[in-house]
């Protein structure tokens, strides 16, 4: 008989009651040091107070209102993100995917409306993942997310990862007078913890200037503080045309984001494209607190010191490990260990020993903690790792 709930995810049977911090309280009265923080998304760990406050007194406010009328806090926190970032203009989702949606209808209703109707074709990388809607899997493109569910939307070029001159040679032989945009993640989540390196971003912003074709950066996973920097990208010292947000930016609540320039969004007119709950009161309330908290460059020079200390730590863990773990990657708190075993059970591994990780693409364990994670517990996620991979060699 087939589950009540529906069985496409393969669950751990491990159930929470109770988050503090980046601890988790399971049903059966264990404590779990959370290092996947709800892949990204917790980005204060669980239950920060002022997110709490922010939620609990917009909940005795107002919970919905139509997008027919203003919303206060949603104006808010477009003008908090537009301040900190290269957009000027933002639109509200509920999540990632739907904010993917958006993405790829701007930039084909931009060339449109800019009297080149013929460039809908976007440009999207292997290894990539942008959401689960008919749209974003064909944005992604890879065979275990396709199958059996096409006829797929057309207009997407799957090309490899970049990383070197020759593949960028391969990007711009692939854009045509066609191309729409390209769309790439600056760090990759689920195709790795794959960092695109900055000359590359370079590289990708110079070809779309030079043929008209719009950038895409989907930092769903990479932003939002997570690299010790509000969004990835400004490491490069590049920006996008468009960009998606979600995960982090609700710290728990569902929300995600379009920015944009003035420019990309030209086509995006009223009646073109709209919402029921995408920037609804609860979730701009508290997206204003978590955007507020994380833009702090006081807060991010404590994500990137965390973000190395913690590296330092893995390193050594690799170093102690070599059965298990084969090298670190990433940037910030955006962590990933190469594993010699299938990451999967790696993860089973640190159930055991009572941390809590993600497996990705690539062979990789992905290690995105909370941004605020005190040093004591870096110290002690080190410490539940090491017991994780004793507990794999000891087992081999
Ligand atoms: C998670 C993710 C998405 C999809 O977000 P949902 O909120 O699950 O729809 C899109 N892009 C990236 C890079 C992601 O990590």
């Known amino acids: 008989m087939i589950p009540t709930v529906l069985p496409t ?52 406010k107002v919970w919905h209102v139509s997008n027919v009328y203003t919303i206060p806090e949603q104006q808010r926190l477009a003008d908090l993100l537009v301040a900190e970032t ?42 990539a993942f942008h959401g689960r809607s008919t749209g974003a899997i064909a944005a992604a493109g890879s065979e275990k997310m396709v199958k059996g569910y096409g006829p797929l939307m057309p207009g997407f070029t799957h090309l490899k990862w970049p990383t070197s001159d020759a593949d960028h040679a391969a990007i711009r032989a692939a854009i045509t007078d066609q191309t729409c945009a390209v769309m790439i993640e600056p760090i990759q989540g689920e195709g790795g913890i794959r960092v695109v390196p900055d000359q590359c971003l370079k590289g990708l912003r110079d070809l779309c200037d030079a043929t008209g074709t719009l950038l895409i950066f989907d930092e769903v996973q990479c932003g939002m503080g997570r690299t010790g920097r509000l969004f990835a990208h400004e490491w490069a010292g590049v920006t996008p045309d468009i960009m998606m947000v979600a995960k982090g930016i609700g710290g728990g609540f569902p929300l995600g984001a379009v920015l944009a320039t003035e420019r990309a969004a030209l086509g995006m007119t009223v009646g073109t494209h709209g919402s029921t709950y995408g920037g609804n009161p609860l979730g701009c ?16 020079a404590e994500v990137a010191r965390k973000g190395a ?50 497996a990705a693409a690539d062979n990789v364990l992905r290690l995105l903690p909370a941004l605020n994670i005190p040093d004591a517990d870096i110290a002690e996620a080190l410490t539940r790792l090491d017991q994780a991979a004793t507990s794999l060699e000891q087992a081999a």
């Open 9 to 60: 995810y393969n669950r751990a049977p491990l159930a929470f009651v109770q988050g503090s911090g980046s601890w988790l309280l399971a049903e059966d009265g264990r404590r779990y040091l959370d290092l996947g923080a709800g892949i990204a998304v917790n980005a204060l760990g669980h239950a920060h107070p002022a997110l709490v406050q922010a939620l609990t007194d917009q909940a005795a």
């Open 285 to 300: 309330a508290v997206g204003a607190k978590v955007t507020e908290i994380i833009s702090d460059p006081a807060f991010l």
């Open 86 to 127: 290269f957009a000027d203009t933002v639109f509200f989702t509920n999540s990632g995917t739907e904010a993917a949606e958006l993405a790829i209808k701007m930039a084909r209703k931009f060339h449109n409306e800019n009297g080149q109707p013929g460039r809908t074709q976007i440009i999207a990388f292997e290894g």
């Open 309 to 358: 200390l913690f590296r330092q730590g893995l390193e050594s863990l690799v170093a102690r490990h070599p059965q298990v773990f084969e090298s670190v990657r990433g940037e910030g708190l955006m962590l990933g260990l190469k594993c010699k075993p299938a990451p999967a059970d790696v993860v089973k591994a640190g159930y055991g020993a009572g941390v809590l990780t993600v």
